[in-house]
T-cell receptor, first 111, second 118 residues
Framework: GDSVTQMEGPVTLSEEAFLTINCTYT??????LFWYVQYPGEGLQLLLK?????DKGSNKGFEATYRKETTSFHLEKGSVQVSDSAVYFC??????????FGSGTRLLVRP | GAVVSQHPSWVICKSGTSVKIECRSL??????MFWYRQFPKQSLMLMAT?????????EQGVEKDKFLINHASLTLSTLTVTSAHPEDSSFYIC??????????????FGPGTRLTVL
């Protein structure tokens, strides 16, 4: 069945460092891909999404490109801030429109 | 806008008792709500999809008699864990999808409920 694999955390970075969180997927058909973020004590929020190959989703300085050839959707940000500390979830929307999540990656940004 | 609340945020109960968790969409109507379960350091696993006024659709392997879901109104869905046992201890998260005519519109997530069964 469809699945999502993302890198284990925690990822610890200094403020203004470059961020990459890897995400790969296995799916039949052509899923939509998502990144969700969960700040401490809050629910998951949609960060960005891409619905077809080569689409780039972007929001709040974060970007991810839907790479069909490598079945990847890596999350990147050029300069992280302390306020970006959170848990990030990669997810795919399968053919029945359900969300399948990766295990989450905790990001800790130090001042 | 688009806030989803869950109540309670955490609950501890004795083995054999039943626990009800509420999920409310505070500022929008949700025709569809989803219930997820999350184990430590693991993915969110979809348990069931509920549509207002109809029976919930459960994922394979989820016991529908143990996890009772009711979606009685466009703003409220409840998950009842019946005869809870320690293996039911987990983090339960709900999400709500507003009706906008798009099958794959954004889901808005609640903050989750941590259930501990002693």
């Amino acid at each position: 069945g469809d699945s999502v694999t993302q890198m284990e955390g925690p990822v610890t970075l200094s403020e203004e460092a470059f961020l990459t969180i890897n995400c790969t997927y296995t799916a039949t058909g052509y899923p939509s891909l998502f990144w969700y973020v969960q700040y401490p004590g809050e629910g998951l929020q949609l960060l960005l999404k891409a619905t077809k190959a080569d689409d780039k989703g972007s929001n709040k300085g974060f970007e991810a490109t839907y790479r069909k050839e490598t079945t990847s959707f890596h999350l990147e940000k050029g300069s992280v801030q302390v306020s970006d500390s959170a848990v990030y979830f990669c997810a795919l929307g399968d053919s029945s429109y359900k969300l399948i999540f990766g295990s989450g990656t905790r990001l800790l940004v130090r001042p | 806008g688009a806030v989803v609340s869950q109540h309670p945020s955490w609950v501890i109960c004795k083995s054999g008792t039943s626990v009800k968790i509420e999920c409310r969409s505070l500022d929008f109507q949700a025709t569809t709500m989803f219930w997820y379960r999350q184990f430590p350091k693991q993915s969110l696993m979809l348990m069931a999809t509920s549509n207002e006024g109809s029976k919930a659709t459960y994922e394979q392997g989820v016991e529908k008699d143990k996890f009772l879901i009711n979606h009685a109104s466009l703003t409220l869905s409840t998950l009842t864990v019946t005869s809870a046992h320690p293996e039911d201890s987990s983090f339960y998260i709900c999400s709500a999808q507003p009706y906008r005519g798009d099958l794959f519109d954004e889901q808005f997530f609640g903050p989750g409920t941590r259930l501990t069964v002693l």
